[in-house]
Structures are given as C-alpha cells and as structure tokens.
Nanobody, 123 residues
C-alpha cells in the first residue's frame, strides 16, 4: 500500500502561482510513477501532469503546458506541482496518484490516490 497526502491548495487570483505537494509513505517511493489529476464540479477527472520514477520522463496536459511543472524528490518521498499563470479554469480538486512501474497519463492506470486538495482561482 502507498499512502498519499496532498497539501498546498488554496485560493489565488488569476495570474498567480501555487505549489502543490504530495507526501508518500508505505512503499519504495522511487519505484512508483506519480501523477497529478484534477476534477472540477460537474466534470470528469482529467490528467494534469505525470512523472516517471526517476524523474526523467514527464507528461503534461496541453492545457497546462508551459505553466505547470511537475517534479519529485525521491530522497524525501515527495512530488510537487508548481502552477504558474493560473487561470479560473484551473479551479478544481487536485489529486496526487501513484502507480508501480512506467509512467502513464491515464487515471485508470493509477492504483493509489490521495484525498485531494482544492485549488480555486478567482478572476
């Protein structure tokens, strides 16, 4: 089992920045690919970014490319999502997820999920 706890959500004005963090525990963190997903009210959960176990491969949704950066620290069992130039359409609950092995963008490939953290971007 892998336990994931997100932090760093909040309310920010459009154009602002936030950094989300996800702390993992329970298994060898460095063996897991990590992903960030989000779900806005009335919408399906969507992939935001993902990173391989080594950090050498990353994926970004087109909607966040150039604005968001995913990173990980395997010495601290954490993964981060730096979000810049935030837009009102980025408002959602953001979830951290883990899967053993290769990195994928699809949510159904991830086995472990955090409880989510709310990000609200005001216009």
């Amino acid at each position: 089992q892998v336990q994931l706890v997100e932090s760093g959500g909040g309310t920010v004005q459009a154009g602002g920045s936030l950094t989300l963090s996800c702390a993992a525990s329970g298994r060898t963190f460095s063996a897991y690919a990590m992903g960030w997903f989000r779900q806005a009210p009335g919408k399906e959960r969507e992939s935001v970014a993902a990173i391989s176990w080594s950090g050498g491969s990353t994926y970004y949704a087109d909607s966040v490319k150039g604005r968001f950066t995913i990173s990980r620290d395997n010495t601290k069992d954490t993964v981060h999502l730096q979000m810049n130039s935030l837009k009102p359409e980025d408002t959602a609950v953001y979830y951290c997820a883990a899967r053993y092995g290769s990195v994928w963008s699809e949510a159904y490939k991830y086995n472990y999920w955090g409880q989510g953290t709310q990000v609200t971007v005001s216009s």
